[in-house]
């Protein structure tokens, strides 16, 4: 004769891994804690003209593999944009978490800046900027590479990939911060777009922070 307690552990055991599964994946916050610090938000292009910015890596609003985060890999994504208005004499990119803030901001994963109005496109797994081309800052300091995703266990983060066209090109120092960049884009912005991709924790992070 089956027992009630052989039948109910197992049962139980079930749903407790199944909450543990549903936890992991859970959508992001309903309020994007730095929503109006974001780049696009703070920086906006004349007349509101936009890009089209996508990736081989996600849809836009789907899940960042893990491969390109820092959990696994830390590999560039790829992205490739629609071609910015005439007058467009460089692009800059601005990667930022807006559900994560650091010091009263989005934290900051990658920039880069002085990208040619020829280029549209940047491989996946790139490791070095186009010629012409530079790091700027991220979290770490100045002058740092891609630095994907790190998304502490809970809901999912929305991670911000912004493009923008701008009529100049930017003279960053070697130790320019978020604020230098933002300040030498201002008033040179022709349109701007991005492609949000949402992060995660892998079931066995832990208690990480998000960086």
């Known amino acids: 004769m089956i027992s009630y307690n052989s039948m109910i552990v197992p049962s139980l055991i079930f749903v407790a891994g ?30 509101g003209a936009t890009l089209t910015v996508t990736t081989p890596a996600f849809k836009a609003g789907g899940d960042i593999p893990f ?28 990667m930022q978490d807006g559900d994560a803030m650091r010091n009263g901001a989005p934290i900051l994963h990658w920039t880069m800046v002085n990208i040619p109005a020829s ?4 491989d996946a797994g790139m490791t070095s900027p186009p010629a012409g081309s530079e790091y700027g800052p991220n979290i770490r300091g100045a002058s740092q590479p891609y630095t994907g995703p ?8 929305r991670y911000h990939l912004q493009v923008f066209a701008l009529g100049t090109a930017i003279a960053l120092s070697s130790k ?27 079931d066995d992070a832990g208690g990480q922070t998000s960086h």
């Open 18 to 47: 199944l909450a543990r599964n549903v936890g992991a994946q859970q959508g992001p916050p309903a309020v994007e804690a730095g929503a109006s610090q974001l780049a696009l938000a703070s920086i906006p292009a004349k007349g």
């Open 67 to 94: 491969e390109n985060t820092q959990y696994k890999g830390n590999v560039f994504p790829g992205l490739s944009w629609t071609a910015g208005p005439a007058g467009t004499k460089s692009y800059a990119i601005i």
């Open 119 to 122: 280029v549209t496109k940047l």
């Open 150 to 157: 790190r998304t502490p266990p809970g809901p999912k983060h």
């Open 176 to 202: 320019a911060t978020y604020a230098d960049l933002t300040d030498a884009m201002k008033g040179q912005v022709l349109a701007s777009g991005e492609v949000i991709g949402l992060g995660r924790a892998p």
